[in-house]
Each structure stands twice: as structure tokens, then as C-alpha cells.
């Protein structure tokens, strides 16, 4: 039986403070899953004991077995993709010669890039290029094909010296990794797209938790990505052949970057001299070989 479904029947059975903490572990298993035994005391307002009591009488043997239970069913909540995918949009196709519906699509890509560009916050999007600078590591979360934006995004970061990774989201073990060793100096950024992967809401919960800043690159409001408090930059898709055009998201890309650079000043130039550097050595030496 599923460890949520488990709890649910033995609520009758608990003592007034038992049942206290296992309504809890109900409304936010994702949480408690990392939560040790003195921080679910905390969140729950009961002593130590009374949570390991709770554990023995669900049929745990320990709290770690417990967390181990409710960490499953996280794992398993990520691996459930929300939507199929979808290649080809059957609606608004276009009608007219090839050249009039080549000129329709190429104002489809230019009103969305203009929207993406009109919408945007100068002064959201430098802090959040600080925040980026600042942070010890960035993380960034995306699900089937916008892991391709965000492996670009991080080859811009990690060029700009900031220590940055991926995470595929259907990977339910590397995405309970990942958020496990989230701080508070750390940052998130969430990739969201249509078909949306509903358990980045998940992700976005525990971030907030975790008091880990999010910034959200997404099309939409209603992205189960959006969040209280995070920093969200809009990037249309709309398209009439393929399920998303990424023409706008891939031109933020390079917009946040370029603050990031300007925010950087002189150092950023260090990189660039830096990177000449290497590239001119590593010329040299395949000339020395070639000549050899």
C-alpha cells in the first residue's frame, strides 16, 4: 500500500498529537522527506519523541524509515509525466503559397520574440543576474526537450564562471539529489514548457522551502513552475507547425547572460582574455604537431 494511502487508514488510530504530525506528512511529504528528526519536531510543533512514537505506530522501525517511505513516493511523483507529448499543432495551420505562409511564420517568431522582450523587468533581471553571480552553485531543472535550453543556459554560465548544472526532471533519483543538497546561497532556475511536467510544482515547493532562490523560464502564469515569490521571465511558444518555437527562449538566454556579463564588469573581460589564452595555445601546439 502507498505509504500516503497507509497513513490515511491508521488516522483514526493515532493519538491527538500523532494525528498532528501525520497530517503534516500528508500536506507535504516532499518536505518531511528531508526534514531530520530535530527540523520535523520544529515544523510540527511536538517534541522528538512524539514523532518516533508516530513512526512505530505507522509501522515504521525508525524515522529514517520512514523518510525512506515518504522519499519513494517523491522519486515516484517525478517520474510521472503529466501529458504525452505532442510533435505537430493542428490548429491556425496556414493557408496561401509556400513564400505567403514562410512570411507568416517568420511574424509568428517576431511577435513572440517582441512580446518576450517588451515584457521584461530591467530591474528584475539584473538582480537576478546578481543573485546568479552570487550564488555558490545553480541548479537547473527542465523535462524532455527543454533540457536542450538548459544545458545552452548552463554552457553560458559555466562560461562565465559560475558553477552551474542540469537536471533532467524525469530523472525521479538525480532530481531527489539535486534538491537534497540545496542552500540557501544556492540558486534554481526551472525550464516550463508545454506539455507541462506537473511535478515541477514539486520542485518549486521544496526550493521555497529550502529558502533557495527561483527564477522560472516558462510561456505562461499558469505554469505549475510559477510560484510565491519567484522571479519569472514569460517566453512564448506559439507556433503553427511545431508544439513550441524556443526562438524567444533561447534569445533570453543570451539576454541574461549579457547582463550577467555587464554586471561583471572588468572581470568579464579577464574570462575573455583568459579563454583567448588557451585558444592561442592550444593553436600553437597543434601547429608544433602538425609540423612535426
Do not use: W
Not at 65 to 89: D, I, W
Not at 116 to 140: H, N, S, T, W, Y
Not at 176 to 184: C, D, M, P, V, Y
Not at 263 to 274: H, K, Y
Request: proline share 4%.
Amino acid at each position: 500500500m502507498p505509504v500516503l494511502d497507509m497513513i490515511r487508514e491508521k488516522l483514526g488510530s493515532l493519538t491527538a498529537k500523532q494525528r498532528s504530525i501525520a497530517e503534516y506528512l500528508l500536506a507535504a511529504p516532499d518536505e518531511a522527506s528531508y526534514l531530520s528528526l530535530k527540523e520535523m519536531s520544529a515544523r510540527t510543533h511536538s517534541s522528538e519523541v512524539s514523532v518516533l512514537r508516530l513512526c512505530k505506530a505507522l509501522g515504521f522501525e525508525n524515522f529514517v524509515a520512514l523518510k525512506e517511505a515518504l522519499r519513494s513516493h517523491m522519486q515516484e511523483t517525478f517520474r510521472t509525466v503529466s501529458f504525452p507529448a505532442t510533435f505537430m499543432c493542428e490548429e491556425n495551420r496556414l493557408s496561401g503559397t509556400p513564400e505567403q505562409q514562410l512570411a507568416e511564420l517568420c511574424r509568428d517568431d517576431q511577435n513572440n520574440l517582441a512580446n518576450m522582450i517588451g515584457q521584461l523587468d530591467p530591474e528584475e533581471l539584473f538582480r537576478c543576474a546578481r543573485g546568479l553571480l552570487q550564488a555558490k552553485k545553480v541548479v537547473v531543472f527542465a523535462h524532455d526537450k527543454s533540457s536542450l535550453f538548459a544545458d545552452y543556459l548552463c554552457y553560458r554560465l559555466n562560461f562565465l564562471r559560475i558553477n552551474t548544472s542540469s537536471v533532467q526532471l524525469g530523472d525521479g533519483d538525480t532530481v531527489s539529489t539535486a534538491l537534497a543538497g540545496l542552500e540557501k546561497d544556492d540558486s534554481v532556475i526551472l525550464f516550463s514548457f508545454p506539455p507541462y511536467h506537473m511535478p515541477i510544482r514539486n520542485v518549486a515547493s521544496y526550493c521555497q522551502y529550502r529558502g533557495t532562490p527561483i527564477l522560472v523560464i516558462t510561456d505562461s502564469m499558469e505554469s505549475p513552475a510559477v510560484s510565491e515569490g519567484s522571479s519569472v521571465f514569460l517566453c512564448r511558444t506559439g507556433a503553427r507547425y511545431f508544439f513550441n518555437s524556443q526562438v524567444a527562449t533561447v534569445s533570453f538566454i543570451n539576454i541574461l547572460a549579457s547582463c550577467i556579463a555587464i554586471e561583471m564588469g572588468p572581470l568579464f573581460d579577464e574570462i575573455v582574455a583568459n579563454e583567448q589564452d588557451v585558444n592561442e595555445f592550444l593553436r600553437n601546439m597543434n601547429g608544433r604537431e602538425e609540423h612535426a
